[in-house]
Each structure stands twice: as C-alpha cells, then as structure tokens.
T-cell receptor, first 115, second 111 residues
Framework: EAGVVQSPRYKIIEKKQPVAFWCNPI?????LYWYRQNLGQGPELLIR????????DSQLPKDRFSAERLKGVDSTLKIQPAELGDSAVYLC?????????????FGSGTRLTVV | SQQGEEDPQALSIQEGENATMNCSYK?????LQWYRQNSGRGLVHLIL?????REKHSGRLRVTLDTSKKSSSLLITASRAADTASYFC???????????FGQGTRLTINP
C-alpha cells in the first residue's frame, strides 16, 4: 500500500509570509496527526483528527496555525504569518485506530525554513 | 511537553556489537512504542509493547517494559551499519488517544 504522502518536501519562506503543507494519509486510516519536530528533538503533536473532526488541537498555536481535513481524507496545515521560530520539520501521520494499537505510519515530512 | 526521557542521547558502537537504549516516562500508559528515524526522513514504527507485557521480540530487536519503574529499554543485537539512525520511544498515555515522544537517542554504528 502507498504510504503517507506529504508535500512539499522542503519549503523556504521569508518571515511573515504564509505557508501550507499537504498530507494524504493511508487509505482507510481514519485518524490523522500533525506533529512538529524541532532539530534534535522528538515530534510534538499539533493536532489530531478523527475523520474530519479535530478532536485534539490543544497544542496548536491558534493565532497563526490552522488545519483542515475536508471529507476526512487529505489534510492541510497552514501557518500565517510564519515566524522564525516556526522553522522545523512538520510530520503527518495516520493510523487505523485512534488508540494506535498498531503504531502510526509517518510521512517523510516537510522541512520548513523561515528566513 | 515531552513525557519521555531517553538515555543516552547519543551512542556510538562498532558493527556487530549490541546497542541498548533506555526510555523513562512519567505517567501511566496504555502502551509504549519505539520508532526509528533516518536522517531527513519520517519515523518508522519498530515495535509496540502493551502495559501488561514485560518483554517483546521482533527480529534483532528486544524491548522490555517495567511499569513499576516507568522505564523501557530497546536492545538491538548484532548491530549493522544500516541501524545508524535516531531512535525514539513514544508512550500512549492512559486516557489520552495520542502518542507522546521522547527526545531520542542518536545511534551510530561504525563499520
């Protein structure tokens, strides 16, 4: 089966500009996650979707970050405006069940550099 | 916030030797998982151990879990150069349907 697909792989933008990341999860995986990974750190959860509903967005900086998962399949994560501290790798993952009984499948991530 | 702490932060060994990485966590969990991340890539799920299990094997991987000490270890036997990567433990906290990752151990296997 195809894995979790993310695009773009790399993005360089100037601060205050908007940026968007796209994720296509594994077919049939109803749970989708966006994580942010800073250099040398482990991933930190930004938002979790069950189908099209955002069920945990407590870690999402809502003043500048937004996400959507229309039709419960693809998802988009947006930052507007971007700040220097947003430079990180943004990872999307999906799982068949919310309790992650079988582990998550991660995409390759989008490396964002804000200059 | 990250609940797991991994030890050591970095480990360098010779090919063929065994590598052991440790993970400690703070709160009660449903399960603990280990992931590998090659440089510039996403994370790959290696193994999952449930809170009522004490040991699990998968190929050259052996994972132990001690819930009384809130700790886990990952042993990679007969290491290979291809095992060079960062390894993360992740816990599924009781009552929460999400994984919380540690900061990882960077493993280098020298040929």
């Amino acid at each position: 089966e195809a894995g979790v697909v993310q695009s773009p792989r790399y993005k360089i933008i100037e601060k205050k500009q908007p940026v968007a990341f796209w994720c296509n999860p594994i077919s049939g995986h109803n749970t989708l996650y966006w994580y942010r990974q800073n250099l040398g750190q482990g991933p930190e959860l930004l938002i979790r979707y069950e189908n099209e509903e955002a069920v945990d967005d407590s870690q999402l900086p809502k003043d500048r970050f937004s996400a959507e998962r229309l039709k419960g399949v693809d998802s988009t994560l947006k930052i507007q405006p971007a700040e220097l501290g947003d430079s990180a790798v943004y990872l999307c993952a999906s799982s068949r069940q919310g309790l992650a009984l079988h582990g998550y499948t991660f995409g390759s991530g989008t490396r964002l550099t804000v200059v | 916030s990250q609940q797991g702490e991994e030890d050591p932060q970095a480990l360098s060994i010779q090919e063929g030797e065994n590598a052991t990485m440790n993970c400690s966590y703070k709160t009660s969990i449903n399960n603990l998982q280990w992931y590998r991340q090659n440089s510039g890539r996403g994370l790959v799920h290696l193994i999952l151990i449930r809170s009522n299990e004490r040991e699990k094997h998968s190929g050259r991987l052996r994972v132990t879990l001690d819930t009384s000490k809130k700790s886990s270890s990952l042993l990679i036997t007969a290491s290979r150069a291809a095992d060079t990567a960062s390894y993360f433990c992740a816990t599924q906290i009781q009552g929460a349907q999400k994984l919380v990752f540690g900061q990882g151990t960077r493993l280098t296997i020298n040929p």
